[in-house]
Nanobody, 124 residues
Framework: QVQLVESGGGLVQAGGSLRLSCAPS????????MGWFRQAPGEEREFVAA????????GYADSVKDRFIISRDNAKNIVYLQMNSLRPEDTALYYC?????????????????WGQGTQVTVSS
């Protein structure tokens, strides 16, 4: 079943912005770090960004660094991905993922909670 729920995707023009949100589907859970991944048709799942619950420390893929910002609201148990200066190559299905233990944040196998994905389409 769906454990995390993403929202905020949509269709935007190049140069535009979107903010994605991620929250537990039913109840809060303890997480060590959460991440955003994306997957375009015919391509492998790609790491986008991650954030640590305790410290707020973040990490980004080179392809989105300086354009995307990941943040969290621990009180609301929500993780956000602010996407700015969007490009057509950002078009993908974006997944939120949560990890309840340590691991390499850039690897999908480090995560044990996943959302169903939200589509982001950037037009030229």
């Amino acid at each position: 079943q769906v454990q995390l729920v993403e929202s905020g995707g949509g269709l935007v023009q190049a140069g535009g912005s979107l903010r994605l949100s991620c929250a537990p589907s039913e109840r809060p859970f303890s997480w060590y770090f959460m991440g955003w991944f994306r997957q375009a048709p015919g391509e492998e799942r790609e790491f986008v960004a991650a954030i640590f619950r305790g410290t707020g420390g973040t990490g980004y893929a080179d392809s989105v660094k300086d354009r995307f910002i990941i943040s969290r609201d621990n009180a609301k148990n929500i993780v956000y991905l602010q996407m700015n200066s969007l490009r057509p190559e950002d078009t993908a299905l974006y997944y939120c993922a949560g990890a309840t233990s340590g691991g390499l944040v850039r690897l999908p196998t480090s995560y044990n909670y996943w959302g169903q994905g939200t589509q982001v389409t950037v037009s030229s």
